[in-house]
């Protein structure tokens, strides 16, 4: 991996990628891609940026020529909440997109990444230690488009030899650029409201544990994986990774340690309750382990203490407390 394209480059994973690669790589090697273009925003002015819609091919294949990469990170997606209210669109999107960044990568020969998510389960497969290899049945669009996109990525491995790479990330955590309407968001705003108001309204309910995983660990996650031995990697699918597994209350007691006044009660949104309830309470990362060392270091109590540190100092900086 010395030059990389990132699609969807603006997000929540996006963002932080791209500083940790423009640090490793150096800022002409990282090429930071997204169909928006922001103001006065550090991924779009302090290194290479150009706006790029994932659904045209042609753009696509010319960015990629243009600048001789030999990696492609595509992260350009719908998440799973919004990808519920429009199906049609999430599907063509997500898949589109992917096939479009696929076939470049063959086209290209170049290393290749795409995320799915524990969203790829549904209520058929094991709630608990969800095993890496296992019926995965998922009963949302967002699911179904992350089994797809699997199948996909482990098609293309096996029939041209691409080397694709890619892991079934939980509920991702992170202060610096909010999430963009997944299912899991909650335990990122819990934060955000505990700063600015001393109480939160879950609408997730009571006793529904979800997979999750700090921002850091992410990154190192995307890293270490596409710097693993490619002779060792079994799974060209999507390897399970998690940090930990908790539910509403959990993350709430864990906040009441550093905030004790701390406040909660819960208003259940039937539409993302229905996805985490049909989502595992924990899942099995061994293969992730065994295959290239995943091993990520922020438990709960750990993330919450530098999410209110880091926050609480973004959030004094924008003048909001
Ligand atoms: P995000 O919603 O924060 O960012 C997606 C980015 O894609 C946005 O900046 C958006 O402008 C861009 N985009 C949308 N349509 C586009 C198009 N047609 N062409 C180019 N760019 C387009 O998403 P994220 O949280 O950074 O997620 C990235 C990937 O990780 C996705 O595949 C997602 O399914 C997966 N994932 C995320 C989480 C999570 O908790 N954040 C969990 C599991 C999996």
């Given at each position: 991996m010395k030059k990389v394209l990132i699609t969807g480059a603006l997000g929540q994973i996006g963002s932080e990628l791209v500083l940790r690669l423009r640090k490793d790589?150096?800022?002409?090697?990282v090429i930071a891609t997204d169909i928006r273009k922001l103001e006065d925003n550090f991924i779009c002015d302090e290194g290479i940026f150009e706006k790029l819609d994932v659904t045209n091919y042609d753009s696509f294949l010319q960015l990629a020529k243009k600048y001789e990469v030999d990696t492609i990170i595509h992260l350009a997606a719908l998440l799973s909440a919004t990808a519920e209210k429009n199906p049609k669109f999430a599907w063509d999107l997500n898949m589109n997109g992917l096939m479009n960044a696929l076939e470049i990568a063959k086209e290209l020969n170049t290393k290749f990444f795409a995320p799915s998510s524990i969203?790829?389960?549904?209520?058929?497969?094991?709630?608990?230690?969800?095993?890496?290899d296992t019926v995965m049945n998922p009963t949302t669009m967002y699911g179904v488009t992350k089994v797809a996109g699997e199948l996909l990525e482990n098609y293309y491995n096996k029939k041209?030899?691409?080397?694709s790479r890619s892991v079934r990330f939980p509920g991702l955590i992170s202060y610096k650029v909010e999430p963009g309407g997944?299912?899991?968001d909650y335990a990122v705003d819990i934060y955000y409201q505990a700063l600015l108001n001393g109480s939160y309204e879950s609408y997730i309910d009571k006793g529904t544990k979800m997979d999750m995983m700090y921002m850091d660990d992410t990154i190192d996650v995307i890293v270490q994986l596409m710097n693993?031995?490619?002779?060792?990697?079994?799974?060209?699918n999507s390897f399970n990774i998690t940090a930990m597994s908790f539910a509403p209350e959990e993350i709430f007691e864990s906040i009441k340690k550093y905030i004790p006044d701390f406040k909660m009660d819960y208003k259940v949104d039937t539409v993302r309750q229905k996805i985490a309830d049909s989502w595992p309470n924990s899942i099995d990362d061994s293969c992730a382990r065994k295959e290239w060392d995943s091993n990520p270091k922020y438990n709960l109590d750990a993330m919450t203490k530098e999410m209110l540190e880091k926050l609480k100092e973004k959030l004094k900086a924008e003048g909001k407390i």
């Open positions: 790589l150096g800022n002409d090697n969203a790829a389960y549904g209520p058929d497969a094991e709630a608990n230690n969800t095993p890496q041209y030899g691409v080397d997944g299912t899991t693993a031995d490619p002779k060792k990697l079994i799974h060209r």
